[in-house]
């Protein structure tokens, strides 16, 4: 119940932060890089969302889950504390990343493995 619980909430969580993303203006250069970002990172809340369904099932992909939390989060606090100019409200996205890659982590640690 926890896995299914966390893998939904993230879901709805990230497609409620990234959809309004595709209506911010675009930087003058690398427009197509962070639409791209923005668009894997919704193709991961659906994944989120099957995992979610049976985690059971699925438990193999809460692995490639957690690294995708931490692929952004770690990396952007770690620039942050270095003194690199990250915006903190960024700042505070990569801190819940990282936080939901822990609750990705710990349920994978919770559910079975399908027999």
């Known amino acids: 119940m926890f ?6 909430w ?17 930087p003058p250069l690398g427009g197509e890089t962070f639409l791209g970002f923005v668009g894997l990172a919704l193709v991961f809340q659906a994944v989120f969302w099957i995992i979610g369904s049976e ?3 699925y438990r193999a992909l809460m692995l490639p889950a957690v690294a995708e939390k931490v692929v952004f989060g770690l990396p952007t606090v770690a620039l942050a504390l270095r003194g690199y100019p990250v915006q903190p409200p960024v700042v505070v996205f990569a801190g819940i990343d990282l936080a939901l890659g822990l609750g990705f982590y710990l349920a994978w640690r919770r559910t079975p493995a399908a027999p």
């Open 55 to 57: 985690p059971v099932k």
């Open 3 to 8: 896995a299914a619980r966390m893998f939904r």
């Open 10 to 26: 993230a879901a709805i969580y990230g497609a409620v932060v990234l959809l309004p993303l595709y209506l911010t203006p675009l």
